[in-house]
């Protein structure tokens, strides 16, 4: 092993105990040696995302987190409640790493040349446990920044990125011609804007706050709506009319949102058409891709009956393109890392601090537009 | 024009008034020549289904229910609520026609040799307007019944057979192996079960009362789940578990029970597989093709992020399977008309009679597993 990899690392773990408690830590883990095709990554920057917290933090009731253990090893805990017990059944008594991805410097490689090119090198990569000191990957799962990019830089190259390139290419793939975003003005809606506004789709935006409109407007967008707006429902219908949006991604899932979104869609598609009892035949679709209000979703009866709605994972998209498709999207993810893909974050913490109970708090609710990043080197 | 069809015949009408009210009537329509592949039929027999409901009283509050008019031409009237106006905007001010399906006697045909051919038979047809005294229909739009069946026995060969039909065909199509579905012990529910034992489709029914469990078990059914039992959901855990089923077909559309099919299905796919964040990968869906409740479809997180909802129509589904596909489904119905696609019928009434204000409330409110029957000739 080379002399810059300790024998040890720090590892951060979620635990659901079968008590209904969570359990927040920091483990020691041995870093083995690298096979051939491995490299062992110091990780850098990795980045807090939604998906992330969903994994952290569960269903876990915030309000009753205990901090205990020492500076140096952080051990919090939080009751979880009956239902979100019985939602994480599957994962009762397995302590599991977190991170989805990350970026850092190759400090170690295996024997093969494509292990030994990248040595010394800043990668980014997708394959969870990034909330470490230090991450072994193949190869194959890592990605070299360009030469003026830093960690910070490139450590939210995938999730955010490949979602927001996904929706547009799901729209052509099903035969969809415009998009509808809710919680749009996030780093993710940002990056879509960009995307769209580049490739000529029309993209209607819907967000929570004026200030979100702002961001919005001032990257370009056409079409900036706000749900709590008293004019919002008819707004909406005209913008659906006037794009022809049929597709919808919405990332806060509970609540009424998606909802109004299919019958605004309704309403825009039988503007101007004869009656039909069953309403428009033109089917109209809302992914739900987040969870920010965790209440269940309401689909009212307003919808027509060419509706629908379900989840959306990015990892089901990808795999449907194939490794060519994924090739694409990540070159284009590579070439304007700086420009379309820029991430902004709201702090950057070491893991001692992601593990302090204010600090997790703070990140865990406000989960849209910002972002926090861990520096485990701090 | 034959001397036994007179000149006017009356017709059921539904209009909404851009005052906000529904008004019911039947109005005297003249009745034309057929044309030469057409023919005219005396409706003997038309089924009230709750798709007839849709577009006869929509989303009109019946608490509010007038009666005018006189013995012979009743007038109901009732007030909608705003929110409903808003959804039946596209139909204000347009007198429109009532009942999907019906059976009758051809009385006059055009000169074509098909036209002719029907003349005095006893023939079923889908198509609309059937709450009247006559209908004129194409020749193609028209089925001779078994010479030994009866108008009341043909009435209902179409809306509940056809989408009985397509419900495991729609299974095998989107590669599903076994059903759910809800208000189960309907006219409907027990077509399904009929048919899902012949093909050996494995099916779980869900109704809300022991009566209903009775209906369904007398016939066979092997899973019979009731919604208002205290185990419930782990029993309908085990019923998905057991019999893969990861498709659903709902008729309630509102309230929590989509949703507690969609989280079972995930329960169910997760069982005893290792734990991924994200839930199980196999598609689970569940379709509306009802809204026996008006209030919103509410589906929780506990889903996973491979599930989807959506409207059901029987009509999108015939046109694509084609005119091969449906023509083997109709000849299914003729030939099973007795026993699989038997209709039973609460109550047999005039056309006068299905404007009373107490029967409308009636047949209204007994959507599920309670048909009326219009026999116009009475």
Known sequence: MSQSVPAKGRQLRTLVKSSGELELSLEDVDIREPNDDEVIVRVEATPINPSDLGLLVGAADLSTLKAAGSADRPVLTADIPEPGMRAMQARVDQSLAVGNE??????????????????????????GEFYADYRILNVAQVMALPEDATAREGASCFVNPLTALSFPETMRMEGHKALVHTAAASNLGQMLNKICIADGVPLVNIVRKPEQEKILRDLGAKYVLNSSSDGFMSDLIDALAETGATLGFDAIGGGRLAGQILTAMEAAASRGSEYSRYGSASPKHVYIYGRLDVSPTMIPPGVGMAWSTGGYLLTYFLQKIG????????????????????????????????????????????????????????
Chains 1, 2 share one sequence.
């Open 102 to 127: 990350g970026a850092g410097t190759v400090v170690a490689a295996g024997k093969s040349d494509a292990a030994q090119a990248l040595l010394g090198k800043t990668v980014t990569a997708l394959g």
């Open 323 to 378: 490794a060519e498709g994924r090739a694409k999207l990540r070159n284009r993810v590579m070439s304007e890392l700086k420009t379309t893909f820029a991430s902004h974050y709201t702090d950057e913490i070491s893991l001692t601090e992601a593990l302090d109970p204010e600090t997790l708090k703070t990140y865990n609710a406000k989960r849209t537009g910002e972002k926090f990043l861990i520096n485990p080197t701090l």
